[in-house]
């Protein structure tokens, strides 16, 4: 997923779970400069986080299971189950606000409000950067302070700050997008399961479709957008942005095009009323199909 420069709007009050992160965070580096990459972190005294044993490094399981979607023996659902219990780091920075007056009505220093950085998508969303170690951090945005969070309430931080996705490690050598619906079922703590293979969602189309002589049936396909590539441009069968779902309408040999259209963008029009479906949707293409018999 491309992105565009890294914002960051000024926030009074960071989501809960964040703020009181960062009030026992400190810098990415120590008093000497010297990064805490590799370091073990690990006790009471932990200057960077809580997270006991932590040496700031990846996650086993999220890096096996990214490690598997690569290699074509993964999935985006097994991506998803093992952020559920993985430790991940978000980029907070501190930006200038408005001068307070002091009692005497002269500008006293600017007070520093903290934000968590977003990005913005190609397509005009808002994600929110999430990190595996402190060094993809570091290297990506080099102002910004490390604070440590299990991944489901980095997801619920995302959501709390209208972000429609959650990227994993932008910059690096992988990047990975978990799309809204994922987002969600991460931030609520229950599995998610990709709309294209979802039955719930296959049954929803099915009654959807119904009562139309020249339709022979609606396939479910995963949508253009659910592939990746990663900084070596090889291609990755999950991870992507989107269009997440391909709706394939099959219609009787001899279907005019202008009835086809109409059909799909009805039944498009029925799905998106359905709660359930828009929910589990992140976004949709449709492609329209001549049976041969």
């Known amino acids: 997923m491309s992105t565009a420069q890294p914002e960051s709007a000024p926030k009074r009050h960071l989501p809960g779970h964040i703020a009181a992160a960062l ?38 399981a999220v890096m096996q299971a990214l490690a598997d979607l690569r290699a074509g023996n993964g999935s985006e659902s097994g991506v998803h189950q093992s952020l559920a219990n993985a430790r991940v780091f978000v980029a907070v920075v501190a930006q200038l606000g408005e001068e307070a007056m002091t009692e005497h009505g002269f500008a006293s220093d600017k007070e520093a409000d903290m934000a968590l950085v977003k990005i913005k998508g190609p397509d005009g969303r808002m994600a929110l950067p999430v990190f595996t ?30 972000c429609q996705l959650l990227v994993l490690d932008p910059g690096g050598d992988y990047t990975f997008v978990l799309r809204r619906p994922g987002m969600w079922n991460l931030a609520k703590q229950i599995e998610w ?61 001899g279907t005019s095009e202008n009835d086809a259209r109409e059909i799909a963008t009805n039944i498009h029009g029925l799905l998106a009323r359905k709660p359930e479906f828009a929910e589990a949707v992140d976004s949709i293409e449709i492609s329209l199909l001549s049976s041969s018999s």
Do not use: C
């Open 193 to 253: 399961t990709p709309s294209y293979l979802n039955q719930g969602i296959a049954e929803i189309v099915q009654d959807a479709t119904s009562g139309y002589a020249q339709l022979r049936k609606v396939q479910l396909a995963p949508g253009r957008g659910v592939g990746s590539r990663d900084a070596q441009g090889n291609a990755v069968p999950g991870g992507g942005s989107g269009p997440e779902l391909n709706l394939q309408f099959v219609f009787a040999a």
């Open 23 to 60: 009030a026992q965070a400190g810098s990415p580096t120590d008093s000497a400069g010297q990064s805490w990459e590799g370091r073990d972190l690990a006790g009471d005294e932990n200057p960077l986080h809580k997270f006991d044993k932590d040496d700031g490094l990846a996650d086993e």
């Open 133 to 162: 170690t402190v060094e993809r951090l570091q290297a990506w945005h080099n102002e910004a302070r490390p604070v440590a969070v299990y991944a489901p309430r980095a997801a619920l931080s995302a959501v709390s700050e209208e």
